[in-house]
């Protein structure tokens, strides 16, 4: 949410306006009052995490085209210490695509680098989190999209979309109505003619049957939300009419129309479906928490009881710099506080708000991945080790308070940090596919790490059921599982091992065995591998005394560990580009070699692996083009033992035809004048452009491409109207790989812009591997000065 509604301070939550209330009374209240209205569905009875989705950095294809909400008014310079809205800084290891701030380095030496959500794989990784620890539902916040940001926030809503489908994760709209000063007759329309259309997603949220939307921001106190009761009111009632469900983000003071509440609002209040009252910068402690359970949540809850409302308290983990999260004691009180109040859902505030600080994404875990000298504070800020993922674990296991699956309890089951065993089940989550499924019992329920939950057949033999480890493994024993409860009869199911590298050709390790599952023993049943060597690991059904399907509640994998043996491989040498193209590179390296032996290797793009090849070459596919990336290739010994890193192989891929390689990216001049800077000669605009000083020659443009890249073609243009008239500018083309060796690529030449022509000039020469392109322009007979609207760098 937008970064002033943390301005509300945590003090008013004991305000002697909430004297009057009488605890008691309340309590009897709640005892008397009927439930609220709607059973389990895609936000009663579960988690739901408000997602931003707003950040957007310069040159990363976003129509906004500027370092939108990482900087001080969404401007073009990029976040540095003395130009920055956030309090918290990011995990960057699992983004594909990263961008340089002008932050100073991490404290670990690496370049500062922050992410864009305009990228699909940045969203598509959050997703991927959410799905990973049992969030249920995102709601995608949608500010005025009738400005500047509605493009990219269009287009946000269908990157979401396609995140959420390819994680079966549900997600609706939240409008959030925050300076939206027409929004009675604006969001009807938007919603009719672009948002309602996404109604049609398998993963858009549903309650009672009807697609949930989000309206944020109704009776606040705050200047930005100046709006009346009546209009409020005909927006819910409109909606309901259009037959959604209405989920209304309400002051945290909503029922009794003081501090953050306007008054006159009940009505509205009232007619929503669901409310949520907002409560960060409310609370910052375990002691406020307890405050507000019983002075808010507890009255809140019996008036939404009393009137068949759904009640979704928020939730936040507390803001990182500002030392109020106490290692996840903070938001697991808040978790135990709302549910033991009665609660019908929750809300996470937030998934990725990493201007507030209150963001439950992965965030950098110490100081040695945080800027140096930035003032920001990491996960252990209170001496105590916090993995990146903890707050997603934290609500994972709030969620699961939430639906019963564990006990209500004050004491956080959730550890900070998770000791890595030596020896892991290495099937846990991985993909899974079965020869056939009883619908409800799917091959995943198998590697989720719940013995209750269980794979089933279709009847009838030979069936099977498959793990895809990721990468190659030594197995040492497979762990076999039915639940455990005693309603599971003693059977025999007669089962073989098969291992495979490639998916393909698989060998066989053990059985065909009767194996016996009993439930005095815990219906599970081990099978030692004497040796094997897979990434697939495939178990064939041939029987079952017990039932005629193949059953299978856990299919767990372990490796082997050779006693005593710690001595890595050797370092994978000779790290080579054996091909590229604009979205793949293929490299070979040599063989390492080990006292026990190779068993594989792991590619490393950018610090995260992306391949585990058995031999020594691969390709890598999906990349971007015209981006630069650093390949680094690791060995593992059949002991697990991995090598140091290669060195590290700097590749960019090839531009994608037809693309302009300057669009947005850094520029520089020799001089501009009045505010016609070199930046207009890349903004895709043909009317704005750069001027330099009048009157003194020569004059130069630069632009800086990111990475070395073979262009053969250059594009300049002028604006097009008449008034433009026809004029010669006399200019050479250099290029440089390093920004200040440059070498003439085109000698100086005299260019006619015509507007008849389209005041347009194309200039092209022999393929030269280049990052820097620089203008040099010694004559204009139509301006004393250099001018160009735009300077567009082709491959060819």
């Known amino acids: 949410m937008e970064i002033s509604r943390r301005g509300f301070l945590a003090s008013a939550v004991t305000g002697s306006a909430l004297a009057a209330a009488s605890t008691t009374g309340v309590l009897a209240t709640m005892a008397g009052a009927a439930n609220a209205a709607s059973p389990p569905g895609d936000v009663v009875g579960k988690i739901t995490v408000g997602y931003q989705g707003w950040f957007a950095c310069k040159g990363d294809g976003a129509p906004i085209n500027a370092w939108w ?88 809503a269908q990157k979401v979309r396609q995140a959420a489908e390819a994680n079966t994760v549900k997600w609706y709209v939240m409008y959030d109505l ?51 009761p009546g209009p409020c009111l005909d927006v819910v009632n409109w909606f309901k009419a259009q037959g ?14 003081i501090n953050d509440s306007r008054p006159g609002f009940i009505d509205v209040y009232n007619a929503y479906d669901m409310i949520s009252p907002w409560m ?97 504070l990491a996960l252990d800020e209170d001496g105590t080790a916090c993995s990146s993922d903890y707050y997603l674990r934290l609500t994972g296991d709030g969620g699961r308070m939430l639906k019963g699956q564990i006990a209500l309890t004050p004491v956080r089951p959730t550890v900070p940090m998770i000791i890595v065993d030596p020896n892991p089940n290495l099937a846990r989550g991985k993909s899974v596919t079965a020869s056939s499924t009883n619908p409800g019992y799917p091959p995943s329920n198998a590697v989720d790490g719940n013995a209750g939950s269980y794979w089933e057949s279709l009847n009838g033999f030979p069936q099977w059921i498959q793990v895809d480890l990721g990468s190659t493994a030594n197995i040492g024993r497979v762990v076999l599982k039915l639940p455990p409860q005693p309603a599971w009869g003693t059977r025999n199911q007669t089962i073989q091992v098969q291992g495979s590298t490639n998916g393909t050709t698989y060998t066989n390790f053990a059985g065909p065995t009767a ?74 390296w040599s063989a390492s070699t080990d006292n026990v032996g190779v068993v594989g290797y792991e590619v490393r793009q950018n610090g995260t692996a992306v391949a585990s090849p058995t031999g020594t070459s691969t390709t890598i596919t999906g990349l971007t083009p015209a981006t630069a990336y650093s390949f680094t290739v690791v060995a593992r010994d059949a002991a697990g033992n991995t090598s140091q890193p290669s060195s590290p192989l700097n590749v960019t891929t090839d531009a994608a035809p037809n693309v302009n390689l300057a669009r947005g990216k850094p520029t520089a001049e020799s001089s501009h004048t009045q505010n016609l800077g070199s930046g207009n000669a890349v903004d895709g605009d043909a009317g704005s452009y750069w001027e330099s000083a009048n009157n003194v020659f020569p004059q130069w443009i630069q632009v800086d491409l990111g990475a070395a890249i073979t262009v053969g073609r250059i594009v300049l243009k002028l604006p097009p109207p008449s008034a433009w008239q026809t ?23 005299g260019y006619v812009f015509n507007p008849t022509t389209g005041n347009t000039v194309t200039i092209t020469f022999a393929g030269t591997s280049t990052r820097y392109v620089r203008l040099n322009i010694t004559g204009n007979t139509g301006w004393p000065a250099g001018q160009l609207s735009e300077f567009e760098v082709y491959q060819s």
Not at 70 to 96: C, F, H, K
Not at 548 to 570: K, R, S
Request: net charge neutral.
């Open 69 to 156: 909400h990482w900087s001080g008014n969404n401007n073009q310079v990029p976040p540095s210490p003395g130009n920055n809205t956030i309090v918290a800084w990011p995990d960057m290891r699992e983004y594909t695509n990263s961008y340089v701030t002008a932050y100073s380095n991490l404290n670990n030496g690496q370049p500062a680098t922050l992410f864009s959500s305009w990228d699909q794989q940045t969203v598509d990784t959050h997703f991927r989190w959410m799905r990973e620890n049992t969030i249920d539902t995102a709601a995608l916040q949608r500010f005025n999209p009738n400005g500047a940001e509605g493009p990219t926030r269009d287009a946000m």
């Open 280 to 376: 960060v910068g409310r609370i910052r402690n375990v002691g406020e928490a307890d405050n507000h359970y019983t002075n808010l949540l507890v009255p809140d809850q019996a008036h939404c009881n009393a009137r068949g409302i759904d009640y979704q308290p928020c939730v936040l983990p507390g803001e990182v710099t500002a030392r109020h999260r106490a290692h996840g004691d903070f938001m697991w009180r808040q978790f135990y506080n709302v549910i033991r109040a009665g609660c019908q859902g929750i809300y996470i505030s937030m998934f990725d708000e990493f201007n507030e600080g209150n963001q439950i994404a992965k965030t950098a875990e110490t100081l040695a991945t945080v800027p140096a000298n930035s003032g920001l």
């Open 515 to 588: 194996f016996t599952f009993n439930a005095a023993t815990g219906n599970m049943v081990t099978i030692n591998i004497p040796s094997g060597t897979a990434r697939y690991v495939r178990l064939n059904f041939s029987g079952n005394t017990g039932w005629p399907a193949a059953q299978l509640a856990e299919f767990e994998v372990y490796g082997t560990t050779v006693i005593g043996e710690n001595e890595p491989p050797t370092v994978p040498g000779n790290l080579t580009l054996t091909g590229k193209t604009a979205t793949s590179v293929s490299l070979s």
């Open 178 to 228: 925050t300076d939206w000063l027409n929004m009675q007759s604006e969001v009807k329309t938007d919603w009719l003619t672009k948002m309602s259309a996404h109604v049609a997603s398998p993963m858009y949220a549903k309650q009672n049957g009807k697609p949930v939307v989000g309206l944020w921001g109704f009776g606040f106190s705050e200047p930005s939300r100046p709006f009346a």
């Open 244 to 257: 959604c469900y209405v989920m209304g983000g309400v002051p945290t003071h909503w029922r009794q129309g």
């Open 727 to 749: 004029r010669t500018q006399t200019l050479s083309v250099q290029g440089s790989t390093n920004g200040s060796s440059f070498s003439t690529i085109v000698g100086s030449a």
